[in-house]
């Protein structure tokens, strides 16, 4: 394993970073970042994995300042919590290119329940969700063989890992800790790092997008109050990293804060599934007119080696765990389901179009093809054979979505949850979020109870 990076250089770019160091189209793409977040938390409102969070925080009942989406007020850790839960329900939420997760789960639920509870401005809300982007995207970024990607191989979840630690930035960025504060909260948070990938296809997976934010406030205000934390678990030697991969070979990327932004790396979803069931869908759904309902014989498709590790489920039970099948995936997609935020109830894995091809569908690993490339052959009785392929999932940065794109998806997501007027201003305000003074308030206003 190469020199890991070193927990100063951390501290420093989050007790440095600020509004006015941010690009312009940074600012827009933390917008862009807002919509979707907000949109995919609120249709997920009534999900069975929202459900318990929320009614705990319901119980708990702690007074605070910070907002539950479509919920109460509580304290920022149990809004946290929730939200962050409601955010990652569906599957649907952004995901960073080079691997860390699900970005703005853990850090859009921790800037704004610390900046609603500490009566922050718009721009240090802002610059907090920026600053926790970057840090986590760098700790779990690298691409196919970086750290996020091998944490999936070893069986752990970068969303609920590395998530922590761009929570723990954002509440800090909030607090504005100093950098000795700061070293404490990251040692506070690295030893809270969990997430287990045999939770996915059950409201274990969403939930890690939650306690990230959870405990990523924890440390930061236990550090205010004079907590210490280890200052060597970002170190090479008895560190998190070398603890979770230990004799692993992965790239660890560089702490070049100057060089770039990752939040310009993000991609938005389509499908309300697992990413690595997306390319696999794209091919079904090219495959699907040129098959032209003519009988199948048989199906194989090939993937990257990591596409199975996160949704490998050969033979899903309920929707939530058809969202972590990539054959489960292929076959709805070709019998024209959409794959959409409602399509996944339980009853369509008994659906027996469905099950009548997922028996004849073979995955097979190719090794050394690239990530999210996905090859696919359907064999017709008639022998025929069809093949499709696609590369980049539409969403992804290098096919990105635009903002007619988003406003699609927001108003698909949240109407039938506030009505269509109500979503159409809910838009339009955080479209241009932080341009005017007020805003945190008016999107309080929005998602209050």
């Given amino acids: 394993m190469s020199e890991f990076l070193r927990g100063a250089q951390l501290s420093k770019f989050v007790s440095e970073n600020s509004f006015d160091a941010l690009p312009n189209e940074v600012v827009e793409a933390a917008r862009q970042a807002l919509v979707d977040y907000l949109g995919v938390a609120i249709a997920a409102v009534n999900d069975a994995a929202a459900s318990a969070p929320r009614k705990l925080a319901a119980h708990w009942n702690m007074p605070g300042k910070a907002?539950?989406?479509?919920?109460?007020?509580?304290?920022?850790?149990?809004?946290?919590?929730?939200?962050?839960?409601?955010?990652?329900?569906?599957?649907?939420?952004?995901?960073?290119?080079?691997?860390?997760?699900?970005?703005?789960?853990?850090?859009?639920?921790?800037?704004?329940?610390?900046?609603?509870?500490?009566?922050?401005?718009?721009?240090?809300?802002?610059t907090a969700f920026v600053t926790g982007y970057e840090v986590m995207a760098r700790l779990g970024?690298?691409?196919?063989?970086?750290?996020?990607?091998?944490?999936?191989?070893?069986?752990?979840?970068?969303t609920s890992m590395v998530g922590r630690m761009g929570a723990v930035a954002a509440a800090s960025s909030i607090l504005a800790l100093d950098a000795r504060q700061i070293d404490n909260a990251f040692g506070c948070v690295a030893t809270t790092a969990s997430g287990l990938l045999g939770s996915f296809g059950t409201h274990g997976k969403p939930f890690h997008?939650?306690?990230?934010?959870?405990?990523?406030?924890?440390?930061?205000?236990?550090?205010?109050?004079?907590?210490?934390?280890g200052h060597q678990l970002y170190e090479k030697q008895n560190g998190w990293l070398s603890a979770f991969l230990r004799d692993d070979t992965f790239v660890i990327p560089e702490l070049d804060f100057i060089e770039r932004w990752e939040l310009l790396e993000t991609g938005y979803k389509r499908y309300a599934s697992c990413r690595a069931t997306h390319t696999p869908a794209e091919t079904a759904f090219a495959a699907r007119p040129l098959i032209d309902g003519r009988p199948i014989e048989r199906i194989v498709v090939y993937l990257d080696r990591t596409a199975l590790v996160t949704a490998g489920k050969t033979n899903p039970k309920t929707g939530l765990e058809g969202r972590f099948s990539i054959p489960f995936c292929i076959a709805m997609a070709l019998v024209g389901r959409n794959l959409g935020p409602f399509d996944f109830k339980d009853e369509i894995t008994k659906d027996p179009e469905i099950l009548n091809l997922l028996q004849k569908i073979e995955t097979i690993v190719e090794p050394d093809q690239p990530e999210d490339e996905t090859r696919l052959e359907v064999y017709l009785e008639n022998g025929e054979k069809i093949e499709t392929v696609s590369e980049i999932p539409f969403g992804d940065p290098r096919?990105?979505?635009?903002?007619?794109?988003?406003?699609?998806?927001?108003?698909?997501?949240?109407?039938?949850?506030?009505?269509?007027?109500?979503?159409?201003?809910?838009?339009?305000?955080?479209?241009?979020?932080?341009?005017?003074?007020?805003?945190?308030?008016?999107?309080?206003?929005?998602?209050?109870?």
Wanted: negative net charge; charged residues 20%; contains cysteine.
């Fill in 399 to 449: 096919r990105p979505f635009t903002w007619d794109d988003h406003h699609s998806k927001f108003t698909e997501l949240v109407s039938p949850v506030l009505g269509a007027a109500k979503t159409e201003a809910f838009f339009d305000l955080l479209k241009g979020f932080g341009e005017r003074e007020g805003d945190l308030n008016k999107l309080r206003d929005f998602i209050a109870r």
């Fill in 141 to 158: 970024g690298g691409g196919t063989f970086g750290v996020g990607r091998t944490l999936q191989v070893r069986g752990f979840h970068p």
């Fill in 209 to 229: 997008a939650g306690k990230a934010a959870m405990d990523g406030i924890l440390s930061a205000e236990l550090a205010k109050e004079g907590f210490i934390g």
């Fill in 67 to 126: 907002q539950i989406i479509l919920g109460g007020s509580t304290q920022p850790m149990m809004a946290a919590l929730a939200n962050g839960t409601m955010a990652h329900a569906m599957d649907l939420d952004d995901t960073h290119s080079q691997g860390c997760g699900h970005p703005s789960g853990p850090c859009w639920s921790t800037a704004l329940a610390m900046a609603q509870q500490y009566d922050s401005t718009e721009a240090q809300a802002i």
